[in-house]
């Protein structure tokens, strides 16, 4: 489609390159389409309490099965989608979705953990968006937890700060995912009361796999939470001595294949069911 656009100077890509950007280009003409389509879904992963090991929220995480390129991961996804600007409406979608999920069949107790990117954080109507999921729901505004990554602060900071704290206001809580992975300074842990610091898989993996740096880090993150009145969730546990490791490190909650995978709505609603059969009996 560069050639009918652009005529014929674009014409000396490297085959290789010009596999990719095609590809990219297909990806984001069915992208495009994939929310009228139905194409988008959402999946719940459990996060437990450390100590308990009881469910205290679901993380929703966006799937696309395109009709032309089957599943597609959000690594590759969620970029283009933040390239393209995509993610504004995709994300809209994603925060009426998860808030009406939890509202309509969670207990009262369980939170639901919302990813939002930079490119929506700093759009004007971000909090209107918000306060009109919690409202079409009914969600009690303290059961809706808002993930950023360090990445919202390396532009449009105070913008973006603007509409956390805003959203905090509301009642709201602020996670920030991935920690340690970003580029940022420790300065904006100061400016902006996060509820809870989450652990990058990278971490616990390093951690797993007897890496003293990995160990020392996680240590200093979760006594800096703890300083801070911040509690931390350790991502990507996979096995019980991780979280056995894990748990002794002091982290507050634990989320990771080994409590759940990602799952549809109908299978976190059975995971409760069964747990209030346990409860009965
Ligand atoms: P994230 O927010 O850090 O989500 C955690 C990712 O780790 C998920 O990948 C999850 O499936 C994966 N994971 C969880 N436990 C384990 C484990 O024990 N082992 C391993 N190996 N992986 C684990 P997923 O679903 O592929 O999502 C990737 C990223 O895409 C997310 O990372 C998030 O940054 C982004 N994303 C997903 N859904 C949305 C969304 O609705 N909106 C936005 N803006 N971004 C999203
Ligand atoms: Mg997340
Ligand atoms: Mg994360
Ligand atoms: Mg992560």
Request: hydrophobic share 45%; proline share 4%.
């Amino acid at each position: 489609r560069a050639k009918d656009l652009g005529g014929g100077e674009h014409c000396s890509y490297e085959p290789s390159l010009h596999a990719s950007a095609e590809e990219r280009r297909q990806l984001e003409f069915a992208l495009r389409s994939a929310l009228a389509k139905n194409e988008l879904l959402l999946n719940y992963q459990p996060v437990v309490d450390a100590n308990s090991e009881r469910i205290v929220s679901f993380e929703a995480l966006v799937r696309w099965v395109s009709e032309e390129h089957g599943f597609v991961s959000p690594g590759k996804f969620i970029p283009l989608a933040e390239d393209t600007r995509l993610i504004v409406p995709i994300g809209k979608w994603v925060m009426q979705q998860a808030c009406a999920e939890a509202a309509r069949n969670w207990p009262e107790h369980v939170k639901v953990n919302v990813n939002v990117s930079p490119e929506q954080l700093i759009e004007p109507d971000f909090v209107a968006t918000v306060v009109q999921a919690l409202s079409r729901s009914g969600l009690a505004p303290k059961r809706l937890e808002i993930e950023v990554t360090e990445s919202i602060f390396m532009r449009d900071a105070d913008v973006a700060g603007r509409a956390l704290e805003q959203c905090m206001a509301l009642g709201c809580s602020v996670a920030l995912d991935d920690f340690g992975t970003g580029y940022s300074s420790l300065g904006y842990l100061r400016k902006l009361k996060f509820s809870t610091i989450k652990v990058d898989r990278t971490f616990v993996q390093g951690a797993s796999q007897k890496s003293a740096e990995s160990v020392a880090i996680i240590r200093a993150v979760v006594a800096m939470a703890d300083s801070l009145g911040m509690s931390t969730t350790a991502e990507g546990v996979e096995t019980a001595d991780e979280a056995e490791m894990i748990r002794n490190m002091g982290c507050t909650k634990i989320q990771g294949f080994h409590f759940g995978r990602p799952m549809s709505a109908g299978d976190a609603m059975a995971l409760f069911r069964a747990a209030d059969r346990r409860r009965i009996a």
